[in-house]
């Protein structure tokens, strides 16, 4: 263990299994026949494809979808740029780095529940300027933007980003559709949420860990936001909580294929219809190891709350109403630095 910082180790009982159970059963779903963000077109569609989503959701949070619409080459662009990224000596990576102020670029410190996780990541936003409010105390109404810090090196990333982004932005409305027909609601319920949303990408990049079976490249947690689409590499890594038995299941990758979870906002919104599931991701002495989520988050003035469509007498909302804005500041404070406090969960604000 030597090599390894405590500040990496996990508790015994979130210590990863070196053998482990690989998918069967994380749906696959063949988007091929649907169109392209407008809701009109749709509703007409393949109901088939609606059910399948809507199953995913409550049996495991978790799905892959295949033939999504995303060009293979601006995926490729973006993972080439992230892999010349990071090959570059940490002195380099650090003139973007995350600070305090600057909530995106480059860090190697993130903690997930206070652990620290073995990787680097360089986070960038969608929408320019991103608004968010100043601090994560609850009175304190101050609004202020998050910028980009683009690297010089590599000189294309910027432009590979930028343009992922935009493709990014098309799956998950079209995703958003799918998830509210599922629900019995229209195809647009929740398109006003992002107008201007709060989404940003993390490039991730888990290098080879002296001890893998003591430390993880991300530690156990949810998606706080609505929904993330996670492109990972050929390596392999992801562990889902199967919701079914709580046995860490393997996400086996799929050439192309895009990983998509519920986060914890459409849990609040379903009313617990559909669960954010914890996931978290092992490391492997020999591989490193590249992936890339994009969280779908909505606007930071968002009151997210149970939809009055989906609560009724005998159903009543579970969760009272919270900011998204705060909800984020705090996430993010809490991962930049250690804290002696867990950090912010829906669960706080259950009824
Ligand atoms: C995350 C995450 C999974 C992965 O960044 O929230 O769950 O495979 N990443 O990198
Ligand atoms: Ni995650």
Partial sequence: ???????????????PKIS????????????SH????????????????????????KEWGFFQVINHGVPLEKRQ???????????????????VRRSDKEVLGYYDTEHTKNVRDWKEVFDFTIEEPTLIPASHEPDDKEVTEWTNQWPDYPTELREACQEYAQEMVKLAYKLMELVALSLGLPGNKFHGFFKDQTSFIRLNHYPP???????LGVGRHKDGGALTILAQDDVGGLEVKRKADGE???????????IINVGDIIQVWS??????????VMVNSKRERFSIPFFFNPAHYTLVKPLEELTNEQNPAKYREYSWGKFITNRKRSNFQKLNVEN????????
């Fill in 34 to 57: 649907i169109p392209t963000h407008s809701s009109d077109d749709v509703t007409a569609v393949n109901e088939g494809v609606v059910r399948e989503i809507g199953d995913a959701c």
């Fill in 248 to 258: 860490w299941i393997r996400v086996k990758p799929t050439p192309d294929a895009y």
């Fill in 77 to 95: 662009r973006i993972e080439d740029a992230s892999r010349k990224f990071f090959a570059q000596s940490l002195e380099e990576k650090r003139k």
């Fill in 271 to 280: 009313n617990d219809k559909y669960e954010s599931v914890d996931h978290r």
């Fill in 344 to 351: 912010i969960q829906i669960y706080h604000f259950r009824i």
């Fill in 20 to 31: 482990f159970t690989e998918a069967q059963g994380i749906p696959l779903i063949d988007l």
């Fill in 209 to 215: 860990c002296p001890a893998p079976d003591l430390a």
């Fill in 1 to 15: 263990m030597g090599e390894v910082d405590p500040a990496f180790i996990q508790d015994p009982e979130h210590r």
